[in-house]
């Protein structure tokens, strides 16, 4: 009997992600996409979910496949995306999401390609009492991973996203950009909330005063300056000649992204891994596993791209989230379809024992009720046949002999 979780089918690109925001990020990708195609359920209702969809690329199509995993972490990732890296014939495994990003090197909403991915938090932790303060040591044990194939690093570089795409105009303005509006409306001694641009310049005008309340920028349950607060938009108003600055444009960065065991709100975090990776750009919590794991399996390519959603710092939120979600998701899919050629001459085998991809003939003959690619009668069982099947359908030119039989 068949294996309960098995099923066929040949996927270019599994791409994981974390939660099921990202899930839908990547659902929500269109651009590319064959004619009349959709993302179409996969696998067995006993395994997570996975959807799949053709994308057209220059001389063919890629196959690409998405799965949430069990958990945020490097462990649900690989657990999530292990089991169908072989089942799946993968050919490149991929991530996308949301991440950290470094203050004054990126924005957020902006997009880190990861060129090198480590696991910043393994190693020894050592305490000492000094004084009689707790002092604690982090003694790393860096194992690193790259962007793969190395070519990859100077296409990075080199990518180019469509300036005129409709989710650009997805990205909403930050807490901070909506902060220093509310700010410079009161040093200019008007009232923000009558203002008629209050709408476009802060959306989220009553989480955005909870923030300056917090970060006593407005003296508590007022819209008072407070010194700091005239201050901090004061500086900003000079550093922009008489008018806040304008928001920076959406960018694509390349540079190393840590992973980590949990989530982090620390302004100091950014300075600390600098110290072993002085361009660190993101940090997260599944991409060195990502990396590992395609690493291990020597697949042709291993990729994670993330969207810039706080700076791991005290003014975390998750406005940014959904927007950085689906940036890193059209990123990648557009980098993937720019990169990866199709599989070669023999792509239009690979569906051949697929079930389900072709109709069967009006009037099936025996041998039409027993091809898998009707999905009439399911390949139970001699598994190891299959996959021979499989591989002699892929590896070099064979040539067959007949003999005649004598006379």
């Known amino acids: 009997m068949a294996e309960e979780n098995a099923f066929v089918e040949r996927i270019d690109v599994l791409i994981v992600t974390a939660v099921k925001d990202e899930w839908d990020a990547v659902l929500a990708v269109d651009t590319g996409a064959v004619q009349g195609s959709t993302w179409e359920r996969r696998g067995p209702l006993n395994r997570p979910e996975v959807r799949a969809r053709s994308f057209t690329v220059d001389g063919g199509e890629l196959r690409l496949a998405v799965v949430q995993a069990y958990g945020m972490g490097g462990v649900g990732a690989v657990s999530a995306a292990s089991w169908l890296l072989d089942g799946l014939n993968v050919r490149c495994l991929a991530m996308c999401g949301v991440c950290a990003g470094r203050r004054g090197y990126v924005e957020l909403g902006d997009v880190i390609i990861a060129d090198r991915m480590w696991t910043y938090d393994t190693g020894k932790l050592k305490v000492e009492i000094v004084e009689g303060q707790r002092v604690e040591q982090q003694k790393g044990d860096i194992e690193m991973y790259r962007l793969h194939p190395p070519d990859w690093k100077h296409k990075a570089e080199r990518f180019v996203y469509d300036p005129e795409a409709s989710w650009l105009s997805l990205r909403p303005r930050s807490y901070e950009a909506q902060g220093d509006w509310v700010l410079e409306r009161l040093v200019a001694g008007a009232d923000p909330i009558s203002d008629p641009e209050r709408d476009a310049k802060c959306a989220d005008f009553e989480r955005v005063v909870e923030q300056l309340w917090k970060k006593s920028l407005l003296k508590d349950g007022t819209l008072t300056l407070t010194d700091a607060g005239e201050k901090h938009v004061r500086r900003k108003l000079i550093l922009g000649r008489g008018k806040l600055p304008d928001c920076r444009p959406f960018k ?76 890193s998701a059209e990123c990648l899919i557009a980098f993937l379809r720019a990169n990866l050629p199709p599989r070669g001459a023999n792509a239009a085998l690979d569906r051949l024992l697929i079930p389900g991809t072709s109709e069967p003939p009006a009037e099936p003959s025996p041998a039409a009720l027993l091809s898998a690619r009707h999905q009439i009668v399911p390949f139970f069982g001699r598994a190891a046949l299959l996959e021979e099947i499989r591989a002699w359908c892929v590896t070099e030119p064979t040539g067959l002999w007949h003999r005649a039989p004598p006379r």
């Open 252 to 327: 694509v960065h390349v540079g190393p992204v840590a992973s980590g065991s949990e989530v982090v709100e620390d302004p100091d975090i950014f300075e600390r891994l600098s110290t072993p990776m002085r361009k660190v750009l993101g940090l997260e919590m599944e991409i060195a596993a990502i990396g590992t794991l395609g690493y291990e399996r020597q697949l042709e390519g291993v990729v994670a791209m993330k969207g810039v959603m706080d700076h791991a710092d005290s003014d975390k939120s998750d406005n940014m989230k959904a927007f950085a979600a689906r940036a």
